[in-house]
């Protein structure tokens, strides 16, 4: 038997390709491909943090579904970023709550490109129209371009990935002010979503906006800090609009595990910061190991990762790299990003691995 999905399906999920987070590591490789924290919750994992996970996820009754409301995480988290619990909401990852506002808005949908791939395949699977400004050549944010962009465009959901995704580069708070601006009413009627995933690499954030931009929306995970595995996003803006999103927000978005998991590490703030010290100091380390290097360019970067243009074909360099040994995500053939490779920053012998294998994979294509 045979079964016709051209009939079934809509033809803008079938016209789309799939996201793929990478080739899943083959043997052990130093993995340096998916922006996560190299740390374990290091050395807390291993005392108390560790017998206070055991205890907090050994008494989760897993027979009954979860707080539907994640309340008492959704307390925490709103003492942790000082904003009203209302104007918060629990996601599962910051995925969801980019597909959240994609699913909500009319659209059409604008971000720079090139930027995290989601914003783009989500507008597309769900017809909101995509429209992406390119950045300027070298990476920097263009913001008349971007204006012009608003005026053309008119979208209703604007994405801004603070840092951005993959070019680790930040936009100027004034230009980040004349978007919020100009979306308000004066060029269009858009949403802004300032992707905060980075914030603990970048210092910076616009959580203190909220109250003067009533269609600002902040995106934050905790992803990026050593929590990848309990997929925990979250999205705060206006209460007006977080009760318009909550309503198309499956109920049990945030698992009971992932719930309990959060209230234990998220007292462990110290621990994250000092982390991201590290790799900020760290990534500053390879930055400035790099510049000395020929034969690759790395672009400045206020992430925990760090995009290299490479003078040899990027497919051969991203091949040489794992066959020493390391994984780096390959964005060679990706629009604007030819022979483009992103290193997330790892460990201080990652990163020492990583240049080692760098300047092996350089001289053998010399
Ligand atoms: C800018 C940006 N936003 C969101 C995400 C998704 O994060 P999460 O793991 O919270 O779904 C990523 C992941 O790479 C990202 O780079």
């Known amino acids: 038997m045979s079964f016709d999905l051209t009939r079934a399906l809509r033809p803008e999920v079938r ?14 490789p130093v993995k340096l491909d998916a922006n996560e924290s190299p740390f374990l919750l290091g050395e807390a994992i291993r005392g108390e943090l560790a017998a206070e ?16 409301e994640a309340r008492e995480l959704k307390a925490l988290l709103a003492r942790e970023l000082r904003v009203p619990a209302e104007q918060l909401l629990a996601t599962n990852g910051s995925d969801e709550g980019i597909h959240l506002l994609l699913s909500a808005a009319v659209g059409p949908v604008l971000a720079p490109v090139p930027t995290f791939v989601m914003y783009e395949l989500g507008a597309r699977a769900l017809a909101r129209g995509f429209v992406g400004v390119p950045l300027m050549a070298d990476f920097r944010f263009d913001l008349p371009g971007f204006l012009k962009g608003l005026e053309q465009a008119r979208p ?39 992707d905060e995933a980075y914030t603990e690499y970048s210092g910076r954030t616009v959580l203190s906006w909220l109250g003067r931009h009533p269609n600002l929306v902040i995106l934050r995970t905790l992803s990026k800090i050593g ?16 009760v318009e999103i909550d309503k198309i927000r499956p109920p049990y978005n945030v698992n009971a595990l992932s719930q309990a998991a959060a209230r234990v590490v998220l007292a462990y703030g110290e621990v994250v910061a000092r982390h991201a010290a590290t790799i900020v100091a760290e990534r500053e ?22 995009l290299l243009r490479t003078a040899r074909p990027g497919d051969r360099v991203f091949q040489g790299l794992l066959e020493r040994g390391i994984l780096v995500r390959n964005f060679s053939r990706a629009p604007y990003l030819a022979d483009c490779l992103r290193v997330t920053v790892g460990t201080p012998e990652e990163n020492d691995a ?12 010399r």
């Not at 016209?15 to 052990?28: E, K, N």
């Not at 996970?53 to 539907?68: F, I, M, N, Q, T």
């Not at 997929?231 to 977080?242: S, Y």
């Open 15 to 28: 016209a789309l390709t799939a996201y793929h987070a990478g080739p899943g590591p083959s043997g052990r």
């Open 53 to 68: 996970l055991a205890a907090a996820l050994g008494s989760v009754e897993l027979h009954r579904y979860p707080d539907p």
């Open 156 to 194: 209703t959901l604007v994405f801004l990935a603070w840092p951005n995704n993959p070019t680790g580069g930040l936009i100027e708070e004034e230009a980040l002010e004349a978007i919020l601006r100009a979306c308000a009413g004066s060029v269009c009627h858009a949403l802004v979503v300032v």
């Open 227 to 242: 929590l990848a595995g309990i997929r925990l996003g979250m999205l705060i803006a206006a209460p007006a609009l977080v």
């Open 285 to 306: 380390r390879i930055l400035a190991a790099l510049a000395e290097l020929a034969g690759a360019t790395a672009f400045p970067s206020r992430a925990n990762f760090f």
């Open 354 to 365: 990583f240049l080692a294998a760098l300047r092996a994979v350089l001289e053998a294509e």
